[in-house]
Structures are given as structure tokens and as C-alpha cells.
T-cell receptor, first 111, second 113 residues
């Protein structure tokens, strides 16, 4: 099955700075790579996703890049704000068959 | 239908007892997933259904765990002879067929004393 590794486990940045979280996956057949944000005591919620036929996707301050050859993908958050503080999870799957998540990155944005 | 709902939200039980959790997915979603999440960790895949068929079950899942989705709508996750190590948040999620967003429920928190 798929195995997803995520780094770093914790990340602290100053408000306004950028944050980058990286993930690697093991199954070359995986074709869908979402990122979820989980605030304390709440459910994970999708913030951005990318499919294997594109290399980059952007949505306002959030972007995701995918390198299928190297089997890694990254989340980029620019102009970070205190409300970006949360735990972020990457995931990988082939057609949602069994979506596997990384261990998470706790992002703290200091005002 | 406002989303995925789970019941109960909290369950405290004594070691050795059986517990059952229920998940009601978004009505038009034919896929339903169960995950377990412990503090500081990502959701750990347990099993998933497409309609009423259980298509995959994690090798990490012991025989004490069983899940059903008898009519392809709601699902139940039963844990028999609970152990303290079973204490966790049990998350249910649903999605439409194919690659796409998983919608999570609020979770059922299990505490085994």
C-alpha cells in the first residue's frame, strides 16, 4: 500500500513569511494528492489538491507542486497569517482507493 | 443533509467492553472511509467501502475491529473487547467515486479506562 512521509513535523514562522511543507509517497500509481488543514478539536478540511496530470496549482496564498518522477509534492503558503496556524496533512491515493495521510505538520504563525 | 455525521461524539468505556460507532455519510456519496487518529498523528486508514462492499481493510486492523455498511448508506464500526490502546478519535469520511475530496465527520472520541 501507499506510504506517505511528511516533513517537518513542526514549523514556526513569523507573520508574513512563507511556509513550505514537503511530502513523499511510495506508490507510483498514485494520481491524487490533497492537503488538509485541521484546527484544534475540529475535523480535517481540504484546502487544496492536485492531480497527477499537472505540476503546480495555486489558490490565492496557497500553492501545491508535484514532482511525479521524484514522487514528492509540497505545500507553499505565502504571506502567512495567524489564522493559518493549524496542523496540515498531506495525502496520496490512486482514485481514492485507500487514501493514506502523512503524520502532519504543526504550523505556528507568530504575530 | 449538511455533511457527514457520527454518533456518539464521545464514548468512555471499560477495558474489555464492546463499543459501536455509527457514521452517516453525505447522501450521494458512495464511498465511506474509517480512520483512527491519535494525538499528534495523521489519520490512520482502517477500512473503506464502495456502496455496501468493503474493498480494503488495513493490515494493522486487528480481528477485534469490524465494520459494516449493510445498505450502502450508513456504516458501523464495532470494536470488541476494547483495550486501552484503542483510545483514539475515530473519523469517518465520505466521497464520490473516483479521486476527489474526502468529507470528514466530527469524529467519535473513544476513551478506554
Amino acid at each position: 500500500g501507499e506510504n506517505v512521509e511528511q516533513h517537518p513535523s513542526t514549523l514556526s514562522v513569523q507573520e508574513g513569511d512563507s511556509a513550505v511543507i514537503k511530502c513523499t509517497y511510495s506508490d507510483s500509481a498514485s494520481n491524487y494528492f490533497p492537503w488538509y488543514k485541521q484546527e484544534l478539536g475540529k475535523r480535517p478540511q481540504l484546502i487544496i489538491d492536485i492531480r497527477s496530470n499537472v505540476g503546480e496549482k495555486k489558490d490565492q496564498r496557497i500553492a501545491v507542486t508535484l514532482n511525479k518522477t521524484a514522487k514528492h509534492f509540497s505545500l507553499h503558503i505565502t504571506e502567512t497569517q495567524p489564522e493559518d496556524s493549524a496542523v496540515y496533512f498531506c495525502a496520496a491515493t490512486y482514485n481514492n482507493n485507500d487514501m493514506r495521510f502523512g503524520a502532519g505538520t504543526r504550523l505556528t504563525v507568530k504575530p | 443533509d449538511t455533511g457527514v455525521s457520527q454518533d456518539p461524539r464521545h464514548k468512555i468505556t471499560k477495558r474489555g467492553q464492546n463499543v459501536t460507532f455509527r457514521c452517516d455519510p453525505i447522501s450521494e456519496h458512495n464511498r465511506l472511509y474509517w480512520y483512527r487518529q491519535t494525538l499528534g498523528q495523521g489519520p490512520e486508514f482502517l477500512t473503506y467501502f464502495q456502496n455496501e462492499a468493503q474493498l480494503e481493510k488495513s493490515r494493522l486492523l486487528s480481528d477485534r475491529f469490524s465494520a459494516e455498511r449493510p445498505k450502502g448508506s450508513f456504516s458501523t464500526l464495532e470494536i470488541q473487547r476494547t483495550e486501552q490502546g484503542d483510545s483514539a478519535m475515530y473519523l469517518c469520511a465520505s466521497s464520490a467515486r473516483g479521486a476527489g475530496e474526502l468529507f470528514f465527520g466530527e469524529g467519535s472520541r473513544l476513551t478506554v479506562l
